[in-house]
């Protein structure tokens, strides 16, 4: 059986994103990503939760992070996880949570956010993208044969009523 080694996350950068360079001349970007938790236990007490993870990017993506990646934008985090053992100042043995991220998007940036509080999703009405409708494909219609008797058209193939096809997708 195969192995994975797979995280998603979404949370919020603690950090503005550092870009450095190895002597090698490769690029990494890290910054500190926060995921929030919150749930009512069986007492009926609120609880929230944050855990900590460090996000690295290489290569390509690492330019866009360490120029883009601004402490407490909303940020989605895909990649592998790895844990590391390390003492703190007082000798106590701590672990910390990192990630070699693969894939980076952000999804809500705080300095773009309107003062009203609106979500970032687009509002019916309001600039939203609609997919054009289905343009029926052609088809290649069979020449008539002279025959004994009148020519008949092929018939169409039958499509749903709302014009789409079964395979497509209502988005």
Known sequence: MGRLNKIMLIGNAGNDAELRYTPSGDSVASFS???????????GQ????????????WGRRSEFV?????????????????????????????????????????????????SDNQSNFPQPGAGTYEQPAAQPRPTAQPEPTVESGPATQPESPAQPESGKKDDELPW
């Open 33 to 43: 990503m926060a995921v929030n938790e919150n749930y009512t236990n069986r007492e």
């Open 66 to 114: 360490g120029n883009n990646i601004k402490k407490g934008m909303q940020v989605y985090a895909e990649g592998r996880i790895k844990s590391n053992l390390y003492q703190d100042n007082s000798g106590e043995t701590k672990v910390s949570l990192e990630v070699n991220a693969y894939d980076i998007q952000i999804v809500q940036d705080p300095q773009s956010q309107q």
């Open 46 to 57: 609120q609880i929230d939760q944050t855990q900590w993870f460090r996000i690295s990017v």
